[in-house]
């Protein structure tokens, strides 16, 4: 079934390659395709276009349709194009002509775009709890560990001393403005397109300020030909925020699978959750922080993919924008595995203590000696020359013990400020208004 049939079909080999992957992906659209249908028809309702017994007739039958794609008993039928297909076909087997009308005044164009800014805001929020989890075991992680010192490398090479409460710190601070990009990506996705058409209007009089109001959208895009233009643009921008998490993530696995080599021994991990060697039985190999590292480089690269393939297009609906659901859909599972994963492995993260008193890391605190030098009076460039011709004629000495106050050093690590800035960041979501908005639209 195609909804843009009239009296010839397309040859097979035509219909296979322009549906591509939509019998599988539209599967992450189908719940969200019911929920802009539910209030497309109580708009019609509204400006006369059904009755009153038409709409609930429609709304029973769409809520039984969400039920059975939440249950996990839905699919979309052999030769059946897409979810909007699935969804009309339900409909007119069971309510015949009525099941017809649901169409009035949109396109597939529209509904499409509705059912990606539904499900990407879905996906966000689902994205920002699993970095919110991962947020607070970095912080637990890095008041737990604040005392333990770690060096720290500038070029790889012995630079100053750290702590692990700098290190999970660091990264639970830039996971936060992180999210504060997919808050970004949320206020765009968090338009609503629906009444759009195919992109030019309708002569109908619809109303999209209650269509608004009822997918709990926080506004809608205004201008048509723009709400159109949004698709591509609302992908990329999704992309790209996804791709933010993604940099934060991969560069962690990059010190945890340095932090684990032997040469550094800064950390390990149980034996369960490394790998070993076909050959050598001494190996405990950090292969998932390995994947992370190689998953979030793809993410990386997406935004670049889906500029590409929308970067040469007019304005207007374009088959071309069919491609992006391939790569933009399947990277939000991957970015939701890494979560989850490196989640897992931090949770059971173990710590070396003492690092530091190893010999070999002494010129760590070449600084620490010249700025004492610096707070008895003496210049700082002459501390350093002192200094520095000390560790060349070897008459260095040193101590291991570090004093830094200042707001998020060593001493001071600020965990409680980052901590009310995430959860501002948070709080700016309101995702609450768009879960209120959804329950009050599936109700009987």
């Not at 030769?79 to 597939?108: N, P």
């Not at 109001?213 to 609302?234: E, I, P, S």
């Not at 070449?366 to 350093?384: C, Q, W």
Request: with cysteine; glycine share 6%; net charge negative.
């Amino acid at each position: 079934m195609k909804l843009w049939t009239k009296d010839k079909e397309s040859l097979k080999e035509v219909t296979d390659f322009t549906t591509g992957q939509d019998n599988v992906l539209d599967l992450h659209l189908a719940p969200f395709d019911v929920l802009g249908s539910l209030a497309h028809i109580t708009m019609l309702e509204s400006i006369a276009l059904l009755t009153k017994e038409e709409l609930a007739l429609l709304s029973l039958e769409l809520k039984k349709i969400y039920n059975q794609i939440i249950s996990g008993d839905f699919k979309i039928e052999d030769g059946v194009e897409d979810i909007h297909s699935q969804v009309e076909l339900l409909l007119t087997r069971k309510l015949g002509d009525v099941g017809k009308k649901i169409h009035s005044g949109r396109s597939r164009n529209d509904q499409v775009l509705v059912d990606i800014k539904l499900y990407l805001r879905n996906e966000i929020e689902d994205l920002v709890y699993q970095i919110k989890s991962l947020f607070e075991l970095l912080i637990f992680k890095s008041e737990e560990h604040k005392d333990k010192l770690l060096p720290g490398y500038t070029h790889l090479q012995l630079a100053m001393p750290s702590s692990f409460g700098l290190w999970f710190g660091a990264y639970a601070e830039s996971l936060m403005d992180d999210t504060i990009t997919l808050q970004s990506a949320y206020r765009i996705i968090n338009k609503n397109p629906l009444g759009s058409a195919a992109g030019y209007g309708s002569s109908f009089p619809l109303n999209r300020t209650l269509t608004t109001r009822l997918l709990g959208f926080a506004d809608l895009n205004y201008n048509v030909v723009y709400a159109q233009m949004g698709r591509g643009k609302t992908e990329r921008i999704m992309a790209q925020a996804m791709s933010n998490v993604a940099s934060s993530l991969g560069k962690l696995a990059m010190d945890a699978t340095l932090f684990l080599n032997q040469n550094f021994s800064f950390i390990s991990f149980p034996d369960e959750l490394t790998t070993g060697s076909s050959i050598m039985p001494h190996k405990k190999n950090p292969d998932v922080f390995e994947l992370i590292r190689a998953k979030c480089s793809e993410l990386q690269a997406l935004p670049n993919e889906l500029t590409l393939l929308t970067a040469n297009l007019p304005s207007g609906y374009h088959r071309d924008l069919q491609l992006l659901k391939e790569k933009l859909f399947p990277a939000i599972g991957t970015l939701k595995d890494c979560l989850r994963m490196t989640h897992l492995m931090i949770s059971a993260i173990q710590v070396k203590e003492n690092i530091l008193s190893d010999e070999k890391y002494k010129y760590l605190f070449s600084v620490e000696e010249v700025n004492k030098l610096v707070l008895s009076g003496m210049p700082f460039r002459d501390a350093y020359k002192k200094i520095g011709m000390d560790i060349e004629q070897n008459k260095f000495t040193y101590s291991t013990q570090v004093d830094h106050t200042h707001e998020g050093s060593i001493g001071n690590l600020m965990n409680d400020a980052v901590k009310e800035n995430f959860k501002t960041v948070l709080t700016d979501f309101n995702f609450e208004k768009t879960t209120e908005a959804i329950k009050n639209l599936l109700k009987n």
